[in-house]
């Protein structure tokens, strides 16, 4: 028994001085590097910016003779749309606070809306309506997801327009006027900034022009029509933004 005792103890002494021996010989654990945090980019939309825009539209006119040279009776000749194209350019600035987007823009465009009817007066004489041209001054109010932005747009509105009314039998111009038209827009648009400092989006827009007496006139003739107008458009815009880089948000 005494000898199995001390067998016990002689290896149990043995395995206590060559455990920190083992331990020794084991290769140290490598060090490994934390990730580094995550980054979250973060459009940013305050800046000056400047672009251009191009598209379409339609000028619904109405007239409604008041007086002519001859003596006619007033009375309502009848509506037509306008159609057609339009190109110009916008400078503005926007200014970001959370994901609310304020702005301010000015545009012009060159157009040419034209369209036309016959009178319900005098057919078959007709009448024409252009818009050669229109501004907008307009303040923007925006939502922001990162680099999608809506925004809702309001202002005044000015077009250059000439009306025509022409003889239906020979087609000769019977009179004519040009009239630059003051006016209330509303609109709203959805915008994509596709690199740093780039977007493009679509807007629509309607001009709220009004009634106004319109006096057109030749050597020979001349008459006095109120004319009713409305313009909705719809364009695609694309902007360059003098503004600072895209924000980290960590």
């Given at each position: 028994?005494?000898?199995i005792?001390?067998?016990?103890?002689?290896?149990?002494?043995?395995?206590?001085?060559?455990a920190?021996?083992?331990?020794?010989?084991?290769?140290?654990?490598?060090?490994?590097?934390?990730?580094?945090?995550?980054v979250?980019?973060?459009?940013?939309?305050?800046?000056?910016?400047?672009?251009?825009?191009?598209?379409?539209?339609?000028?619904?006119?109405?007239?409604?003779?008041?007086?002519?040279?001859?003596?006619?009776?007033?009375?309502?000749?009848?509506?037509?749309?306008?159609?057609?194209?339009?190109?110009?350019?916008?400078?503005?600035?926007?200014?970001?606070t959370?994901?609310?987007?304020?702005?301010?823009?000015?545009?012009?465009?060159?157009?040419?809306?034209?369209?036309?009817?016959?009178?319900?007066?005098?057919?078959?004489?007709?009448?024409?309506?252009?818009?050669?041209?229109?501004?907008?001054?307009?303040?923007?109010?925006?939502?922001?997801?990162?680099?999608?932005?809506?925004?809702?747009?309001?202002?005044a509105?000015?077009?250059?327009?000439?009306?025509?009314?022409?003889?239906?039998?020979?087609?000769?111009?019977?009179?004519?006027?040009?009239?630059?038209?003051?006016?209330?827009?509303?609109?709203?648009?959805?915008?994509?900034?596709?690199?740093?400092?780039?977007?493009?989006?679509?807007?629509?827009?309607?001009?709220?022009?009004?009634?106004?007496?319109?006096?057109?006139?030749?050597?020979?003739?001349?008459?006095?029509?109120?004319?009713?107008?409305?313009?909705?458009?719809?364009?695609?815009?694309?902007?360059?933004?003098?503004?600072?880089?895209?924000?980290?948000?960590?």
């Amino acid at each position: 028994m005494k000898k199995i005792l001390l067998g016990t103890v002689a290896l149990a002494t043995l395995g206590m001085a060559a455990a920190p021996a083992s331990a020794a010989d084991l290769a140290a654990r490598p060090y490994t590097k934390a990730p580094p945090p995550m980054v979250a980019a973060v459009y940013d939309w305050t800046g000056f910016y400047i672009g251009i825009n191009g598209g379409g539209g339609s000028a619904r006119n109405c007239w409604d003779l008041v007086a002519d040279s001859v003596g006619d009776f007033p009375g309502r000749e009848g509506c037509h749309n306008a159609t057609g194209g339009t190109a110009g350019g916008q400078i503005g600035y926007r200014w970001q606070t959370a994901n609310w987007v304020w702005g301010v823009e000015g545009q012009g465009n060159w157009a040419d809306f034209r369209g036309s009817n016959v009178s319900l007066l005098f057919a078959p004489d007709f009448n024409r309506s252009r818009v050669d041209a229109f501004g907008l001054i307009t303040g923007q109010v925006g939502y922001a997801w990162n680099n999608v932005l809506f925004y809702v747009k309001g202002g005044a509105a000015v077009t250059g327009e000439k009306f025509d009314a022409f003889t239906g039998a020979t087609g000769a111009l019977l009179a004519s006027a040009n009239q630059t038209r003051w006016g209330g827009t509303v609109g709203a648009g959805l915008e994509f900034g596709f690199a740093q400092n780039w977007s493009v989006g679509v807007e629509y827009d309607h001009l709220f022009m009004g009634s106004r007496n319109v006096t057109l006139t030749a050597p020979l003739f001349s008459e006095t029509e109120h004319i009713k107008q409305d313009v909705d458009m719809g364009l695609v815009r694309v902007n360059y933004r003098f503004g600072g880089p895209v924000i980290a948000k960590y």
